[in-house]
C-alpha cells in the first residue's frame, strides 16, 4: 500500500501503475478494474498518472530538433513531378490542338475567300495589329501563295502563316494598314464555319497538316526548345531529389546525450545501452546511425553486433552488424515506439521497446515482441 | 507457500547478476530475501494462499523489474552509488511528471520535493528511516510507480483540501441551492421504469460498468479512457455505443416483461431522468466486496 494516510481500501502504488503499464495478469487486471469503477479517486490517479505519460511523450517529441530547411526538399520532387507532367502534356497536346484550324480552311470554296465578310467599323478605324483569322489558312502551298499575294504580307509570314493561324507567333509578326485588312481579309470564322458544317465530315484530316508542321517547326527549333525545357525540366528535378536524399542523409541535429548518465548499471552487465531510461528525453549518440527511413534516430540499443534504433516516426531498425546494414522490425506494439532499451533478462540480454504510454515490449532476437 | 530459492541455485545466481544488484553492494543472501519477500506479499501472482512451485516461483522473478528493483531497495536503504543513478535518471523526468500532473510548476516543484524527501527517508517511524521505495515491489516501471505515486500524493491532497475548506470561503452566493421539496410518491410507471434501470445496471460486466463510469461520471473523453483499457478510442466509441444501444433494449424488454405495452414503454423512456429517484452514480459503483485487503502501510 503506499505512503498515504488515507485509510480506505485501494490497491497498492505497484498495482496502480502496473495497471497502467499494462503489466498485470488478466484476473489481477480485472481485480483492479473492479476496484476502479467503484473508486473514482484511483481511477483519478490512473488519469492523471496517464497525463504525464502523455506529457513526457510530448516533451521527448518537442526536445527533437525541428524539421531543418534541406529536410523540407525530401518533398521538392511533388512539384518537381507535377512541372515535368505539366510540360510533357503540353508538348504532346499543343501541336495537335493548334494543326486542325488549317483543315478548315481547307473546306471553303474559292468563291468564299472572294467574298470577304465586312469588317466591323471601329475595328477597321482602329488600326490594330492584323490577326488571321483560322479560316485564312489554307493547306496546299497554292492557297497559301494566293492568300499571300493577296494580303501582300512579307514572305515570311506568308510561310509561316499556314498551320500556325492559332500560333501567337504568327499572328504579332505583320501589321497592316486598316485598308489592306479591308481589301485581303478572307471570309470570317462565322462564315467558314457554316459552310464547313455543310460538308461532309469525312473530309476532315488534320494528321498531315500537323505533321507538316511539325517537320516545320523542328527546322525552326521551335519544337526542339520545347524538348530542351523538358530536359532541362527533368534536370532540375532530378537535381532537386539528389539534394532531398542528400538533406535525409546527412542530418545536422544538435546531439543531447545522457549516455554517460545511462552507462553506469549497465556497464556492470557487459551490455552497451545507448538510450534514454524510462521514456526520459530522448538521448542520442554522436554517430547517428543512417536508418533505412532516412529518419534520425531517437534511441538505439545495442547488444554486441545486434543493434537496434527507433527513427522520429516511431518505425523500429534492427541491424545484425553494428548498424552497417539495417532492416525493419514489423511492428508489433500499439502506439509510437519511443525508446528501445537492453534489458538483463533470464536468458540473457533482452531489448525492451517502451511506447508513448509507457507500455513496454521485450523481445530477445530484436524481431518478435513480446508485451510485458 | 513456496520454498525459498537457496542461494547458490544457478536461477537465483543468474537473476541477482542481470538485476546488477552488485553495483549497489547488494548481496546474494540479501537480494534472495527482497525476492523472497516480494514473492510472499504477491502469492507469487497465484490465488491467495496456493502454494507456488519452483517453476511458478521462478516464472513470478522473472516477470519482475528486477534492475527497477534493486536500485529502489538499494536506495531506500541509502546506498550513495544507488542514489547517484536514481538523480541521474529520475530527477527531471519526476519533475515533469509532477508538473504534468499538478499543471502548475510551482505546484509540481513542489510535489516532486515533498516526494523526493519522502523517498530519501527524511521521514521517520520507531527511530528507523522509511522510505516508500521500499514498498516497491518491481510489477510495473520504477518510473511508472514514481508517476502513480505523485499522481496519488496529489489527488488525496486535491481531496483533503477540498474537504477541510473552511465554511467562511463560502460566499453568500455560492450557497448551496436548498434541497428541493421531498418529492411526492412517483407514478408506478416511473417506478417500474426506476426499476428496469437498476436491474439492468447491475447486470453489466465490470469493463462496461468501467467505461459508463468513466465516460459519464467523470466525464472523462474516449481518448483518456482509451489507454486505460488499452485500445483504440474507436473501440472505445464503439463499445460505449453498443453498451448504451444494449443497455436501452434490456430496459425495453425489462418494461414489456412487466406488462407494459410498446406504446407505454416508449412513453416511459422519453421521462425526464430527473423525475426517477435514482442515483446512477451510487448504483454503478455498487459491485462485489472489494479485494484488496491492503492498508496504510505508513
Redesign the interface.
Known amino acids: 500500500?503506499?505512503?498515504?494516510?488515507?485509510?480506505d481500501?485501494?490497491?497498492?502504488?505497484?498495482?496502480?501503475?502496473?495497471?497502467?503499464?499494462?503489466?498485470?495478469?488478466v484476473a489481477?487486471r480485472?481485480?483492479i478494474?473492479?476496484?476502479?469503477?467503484?473508486?473514482?479517486?484511483c481511477?483519478?490517479?490512473?488519469?492523471?498518472?496517464?497525463?504525464?505519460?502523455?506529457?513526457?511523450a510530448l516533451?521527448a517529441l518537442s526536445a527533437m530538433p525541428s524539421g531543418r530547411w534541406y529536410r523540407s526538399w525530401r518533398f521538392a520532387w511533388v512539384p518537381a513531378a507535377a512541372l515535368a507532367a505539366a510540360l510533357a502534356l503540353v508538348v504532346t497536346f499543343y501541336p495537335r490542338h493548334a494543326a486542325p484550324a488549317p483543315e478548315m480552311a481547307k473546306v471553303v470554296p474559292q468563291s468564299a475567300q472572294a467574298a470577304p465578310a465586312p469588317v466591323p467599323q471601329e475595328q477597321a478605324s482602329a488600326g490594330i495589329a492584323f490577326k488571321p483569322a483560322p479560316v485564312v489558312a489554307a493547306n496546299s502551298v497554292a492557297e497559301n501563295k494566293k492568300l499571300a499575294m493577296l494580303r501582300q504580307p512579307p514572305e515570311e509570314l506568308a510561310l509561316e502563316t499556314a498551320p500556325s493561324t492559332a500560333s501567337p507567333r504568327g499572328s504579332g509578326t505583320s501589321t497592316h494598314s486598316a485598308g489592306e485588312n479591308n481589301s485581303a481579309r478572307t471570309p470570317s470564322t462565322k462564315s467558314v464555319q457554316m459552310r464547313t458544317q455543310q460538308e461532309p465530315p469525312a473530309q476532315f484530316n488534320p494528321e498531315p497538316a500537323v505533321d507538316e508542321w511539325q517537320q516545320r517547326q523542328r527546322m525552326t527549333g521551335a519544337l526542339s526548345a520545347n524538348a530542351n525545357t523538358t530536359q532541362a525540366s527533368q534536370e532540375s528535378m532530378k537535381t532537386a531529389m539528389d539534394r532531398a536524399q542528400a538533406g535525409r542523409s546527412a542530418p545536422a541535429f544538435a546531439v543531447e546525450s545522457h549516455t554517460a548518465?545511462?552507462a553506469?548499471?549497465?556497464a556492470?552487465?557487459g551490455i552497451d545501452t545507448q538510450e534514454a531510461?524510462?521514456?526520459?528525453?530522448a538521448s542520442r549518440n554522436a554517430n547517428q546511425p543512417i536508418l533505412p527511413s532516412g529518419l534520425a534516430a531517437i534511441s538505439t540499443a545495442t547488444v554486441r553486433q545486434r543493434m537496434l534504433a527507433i527513427d522520429v516516426a516511431g518505425a523500429l531498425f534492427l541491424s545484425e552488424d553494428g548498424g552497417k546494414h539495417w532492416e525493419s522490425v514489423a511492428r508489433q506494439w500499439?502506439g509510437r515506439a519511443t525508446a528501445v532499451r537492453v534489458?538483463?533478462?533470464?536468458g540473457g540480454a533482452v531489448f525492451q521497446l517502451t511506447n508513448v504510454?509507457?507500455?513496454?515490449w521485450t523481445s530477445a532476437d530484436g524481431k518478435t515482441w513480446t508485451v510485458q | 507457500m513456496g520454498q525459498l530459492p537457496v542461494p547458490s541455485s544457478p536461477l537465483l545466481n543468474?537473476?541477482w547478476?542481470?538485476?546488477?544488484a552488485?553495483?549497489y553492494g547488494l548481496e546474494k543472501e540479501e537480494f534472495n530475501r527482497i525476492l523472497h519477500r516480494v514473492g510472499t506479499e504477491q502469492d507469487y501472482?497465484l490465488e491467495p494462499g496456493a502454494t507456488a512451485s519452483r517453476r511458478q516461483q521462478?516464472g513470478f522473478f522473472?516477470g519482475l523489474r528486477?534492475?527497477d528493483l534493486t536500485?529502489a531497495r538499494a536506495c531506500a536503504s541509502g546506498h550513495e552509488g544507488a542514489w547517484e543513478?536514481f538523480i541521474?535518471?529520475?530527477r527531471?523526468?519526476l519533475f515533469?511528471?509532477?508538473?504534468?500532473?499538478t499543471g502548475s510548476e510551482t505546484l509540481g516543484r513542489e510535489l516532486a520535493d515533498q516526494l523526493y524527501a519522502?523517498l530519501y527517508g527524511l521521514s521517520a517511524r520507531d527511530g528507523v528511516r522509511?522510505s516508500?521505495l521500499d514498498?516497491?515491489?518491481?510489477?510495473?516501471?520504477?518510473?511508472?510507480?514514481l508517476?502513480?505515486?505523485?499522481?496519488?500524493?496529489?489527488?488525496?491532497h486535491h481531496?483533503r483540501t477540498r474537504r477541510e475548506l473552511p465554511l467562511d470561503n463560502l460566499a453568500e452566493g455560492n450557497e448551496p441551492p436548498a434541497a428541493d421539496p421531498k418529492p411526492g410518491k412517483l407514478p408506478a410507471e416511473l417506478l417500474l421504469l426506476a426499476k428496469a434501470v437498476v436491474e439492468t445496471l447491475e447486470k453489466i460486466e465490470?469493463?462496461e460498468?468501467?467505461l459508463l463510469?468513466?465516460y459519464y461520471?467523470?466525464g472523462?473523453t474516449l481518448l483518456?479512457i482509451a489507454?486505460?483499457l488499452?485500445v483504440h478510442e474507436a473501440t472505445v466509441s464503439r463499445k460505449l455505443h453498443r453498451l448504451v444501444d444494449g443497455i436501452r433494449k434490456q430496459i425495453v424488454k425489462s418494461l414489456l416483461g412487466y406488462g407494459l405495452n410498446k406504446r407505454a414503454v416508449q412513453e416511459m423512456l422519453g421521462a425526464d431522468p430527473r423525475d426517477l429517484d435514482l442515483n446512477l452514480k451510487k448504483i454503478?459503483?455498487?459491485?462485489?466486496p472489494?479485494?484488496?485487503?491492503?492498508?496504510?502501510?505508513?
Open positions: 500500500m503506499n505512503s498515504n494516510l488515507q485509510l481500501l485501494h490497491p497498492d502504488t505497484d498495482s496502480l501503475s502496473a495497471f497502467a503499464e499494462q503489466a498485470l495478469g489481477e480485472e481485480q478494474l473492479a476496484h476502479m469503477t467503484r473508486c473514482s479517486r481511477r483519478q490517479v490512473i488519469y492523471l498518472a496517464q497525463k504525464a505519460v502523455e506529457a513526457e516533451e548518465k545511462q553506469a548499471p549497465a556492470s552487465f531510461v524510462s521514456g526520459s528525453a500499439t534489458q538483463a533478462g533470464a504510454s509507457g507500455f513496454s | 543468474g537473476l547478476r542481470e538485476s546488477g552488485a553495483a501472482g521462478a522473472r528486477l534492475a536500485l543513478h541521474a535518471v529520475y527531471q523526468p515533469r511528471a509532477a508538473i504534468a500532473i519522502e522509511r516508500p514498498s516497491y515491489k518491481g510489477k510495473g516501471s520504477l518510473m511508472g510507480w508517476r502513480t505515486t505523485l499522481a496519488q500524493r496529489h489527488v488525496d481531496r465490470t469493463v460498468r468501467f463510469a468513466a461520471i467523470d472523462r483518456e489507454p486505460m488499452h454503478l459503483q455498487i459491485s462485489l472489494d479485494a484488496f485487503q491492503e492498508k496504510a502501510a505508513l
